[in-house]
């Protein structure tokens, strides 16, 4: 309902378009904590399969992820860059794509001062999903949230944005359904061998 109503809204406009925002840690990728090096990056179950589902209907996806680990001083920014352009490419040759990532280095324990003050970027806070909905132009109301922590449901609610809470076992089965409730009227699902090439 929400999409149709704001695709009446923006007729004859520039159509803001539906999105995927997803959490990174524990949803794309496997986390121990702080998870920065790429040799140890490695997809959740179903992470990948999720993403070229979604590029598969022409969704645009976007990662939104709390680095706190930058303001802990665990890693740096440019490491954080490395990993997240090492989980792009490896979307892409699975037939993924992420069209942007927003993060946030903030952190209550942070190291330095300016790390250590709130940040309305931080989730729970939906400062991440408003920034990339202005720069890609995107329709909030109907785009989704998917985050294994509540604070990933609950800083997709607050941008205004469909949410839910990934339990962790398999991404694919979730993202199939967020595309039948909420994507329904973009390309039918493809073939299951297509979904399961390597
Ligand atoms: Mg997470
Ligand atoms: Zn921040």
Not at 9 to 31: I, S, Y
Not at 36 to 52: K, M, N, R, S, Y
Not at 65 to 85: E, P, V
Not at 131 to 141: V, Y
Request: proline share 5%; with cysteine.
């Amino acid at each position: 309902m929400a999409q149709i109503l704001s695709e009446q809204a923006t007729k004859g406009q520039h159509r803001r378009r539906a999105a995927v925002f997803l959490d990174r840690d524990n949803t794309l990728n496997v986390d121990h904590g702080y998870t920065w090096q790429i040799a140890d990056f490695a997809w959740v179950t179903g992470a990948w399969q999720a993403l070229a589902l979604f590029h598969n209907h022409s969704i645009p996806c976007f990662i939104v992820t709390n680095q706190g680990g930058i303001g802990r001083g665990y890693y740096t920014k440019a490491q954080m860059h490395d990993f997240n352009n090492h989980l792009c490419s490896e979307a892409m040759k699975r037939g993924g794509m992420i069209t942007d990532i927003a993060f946030c280095p903030h952190h209550p324990d942070a190291v330095h001062d300016e790390l250590r003050a709130p940040c309305e970027n931080r989730k729970p806070a939906p400062g991440m999903l408003l920034s990339l909905s202005e720069k890609w132009n995107l329709d909030l109301s109907a785009s989704v949230m998917i985050g294994d922590r509540k604070s990933d449901v609950e800083a997709g609610k607050a941008a205004g944005c469909h949410a839910y809470l990934f339990d962790g076992s398999d991404l694919e089965p979730l993202a199939r359904d967020i595309v039948a409730r909420h994507f329904p009227d973009v390309s039918p699902y493809p073939s299951d061998k297509e979904s399961h090439h390597d």
